[in-house]
Structures are given as structure tokens and as C-alpha cells.
């Protein structure tokens, strides 16, 4: 059923805002291309397809929308998970990082996309929101890697996190490939070319950590 009748009440907009956010959440989460259409997402949505320009001027704005969700419940659970007590070495917060990530395949996919395409799509305004709450929580958990990790000088956990991040979205794409290059590399010589995805990302960052030790 298609809710054709505008939102008027604030809280109303709100909600309404977040249900075709979880649609496209929902329907991104299972497109390998990403290329969910706002059409299907209206439809999951239950509006109709102007109702989701009113909220989303773009397609990538929603995306960075859906995006901003996934960060946000990483950040959530990296820090609850960096704010346990006990001994933290390089080892544990390298399982922590990786394990919490794993969980977040969409949000891997979609900050793939962010600098590519996502930015240059979306109001100047909707990416200047974006950039500042991801900075505060970047901010934020960077201070506790830095309280975890004494050899990791100030401001070098905000650093870290922006290297792991390259590290992600590289890695990602490497072992991701298009099929054609899936199959050239399953040739039994092609075999120190390919990318398994979780041990090269909890492998680099881990020397990522350590380098930072070393400085």
C-alpha cells in the first residue's frame, strides 16, 4: 500500500524518513551491484516514488544516508568494545577492528563508494553533515585507540582509522573483482594474486598497528 498523504508532524517526517532509509537499507543489502532503484525502495517503503525526493534529493544521498547508519552502529559496537577493561595489545584491537567490521559488509560496499561517487551527488549541505559527524566519531574512537595503544602519539588514532579505512575499501575491491578477473586468477599460477578478504585486512592492519609502534 503506497501512504500518499504528506507528513506533517515532525516526529511524522522523521519516521517516515527512517522507513525508506530501512528500505533501502533492506533492499542494498542484498544487490551485489548496488543498484537498487528509488522506485523499489518507494515500494518497499510503502510511498510513493516523489515522497522519497522529498526527503532524498538523490539517489547517492540516500545511499550516504544508509551509509551514515552503518557507521554509526560500527562506531557503536567498536567502542563498547574498545572500552572493555583487561591488557590491549596490538593483537586485540586488531581482532577487535576486524571482527567488528566483518559484521558491516554494507558499510564496506557503500564507503567503496563514498569518495567516488556518493560526494560528488549528493547538496553540499547533506555531505557537510555527513563529514562532521563522522569526524566527531572519528575523533572520538581515535582518542580511545590512543588511550589503548600508549606508543600511538596524539592524533594518530584519528590516523589509524583513516588507514584502515584504505585498507578496507582497497582490499575489498581486490577480492570483490569482476568475474572475468575471478577466473583469470583461478589459474593455478595466478594463485599469489588472490585476495582472501579477511586474512589480508587483519594481516595489514595488524602491520599497520605494529608500524605505528615502531615510529
Avoid: C
Amino acid at each position: 500500500m503506497v501512504l500518499k498523504q504528506r507528513a506533517r508532524r515532525e516526529e511524522d517526517k522523521q519516521q517516515r524518513r527512517e522507513a525508506i532509509t530501512k528500505a533501502a537499507r533492506a533492499l542494498l543489502e542484498r544487490s551485489p551491484r548496488l543498484d537498487t532503484t528509488i522506485a523499489e525502495v518507494a515500494e518497499r517503503a510503502g510511498v510513493a516514488k516523489g515522497t522519497v525526493f522529498l526527503y532524498f534529493a538523490t539517489r547517492e544521498a540516500l545511499e550516504l544516508a544508509v551509509l551514515e547508519g552503518e557507521l554509526e552502529a560500527w562506531f557503536d559496537a567498536v567502542d563498547a568494545e574498545l572500552d572493555q577493561s583487561g591488557k590491549w595489545t596490538v593483537q586485540r584491537v586488531t581482532s577487535t577492528l576486524v571482527s567488528t567490521v566483518l559484521l558491516r559488509k554494507l558499510m564496506i560496499r557503500l564507503l567503496g563508494r563514498l569518495h567516488s561517487t556518493l560526494e560528488h551527488n549528493a547538496d553540499d549541505a547533506v555531505i557537510a553533515a555527513f563529514e562532521k559527524r563522522l569526524a566527531a566519531r572519528t575523533i572520538a574512537t581515535g582518542a580511545r585507540l590512543e588511550a589503548l595503544l600508549p606508543f600511538v602519539a596524539k592524533g594518530g588514532g584519528v590516523k589509524a582509522l583513516f588507514y584502515m579505512r584504505s585498507l578496507l575499501t582497497g582490499l575489498w575491491a581486490m577480492a570483490e573483482a569482476a568475474p572475468a578477473v575471478q577466473r583469470a586468477l583461478a589459474e593455478p599460477d595466478m594463485a599469489p594474486m588472490r585476495v582472501e578478504f579477511e586474512r589480508e585486512f587483519e594481516h595489514s592492519l595488524s602491520a599497520l598497528l605494529k608500524g605505528l609502534a615502531a615510529e
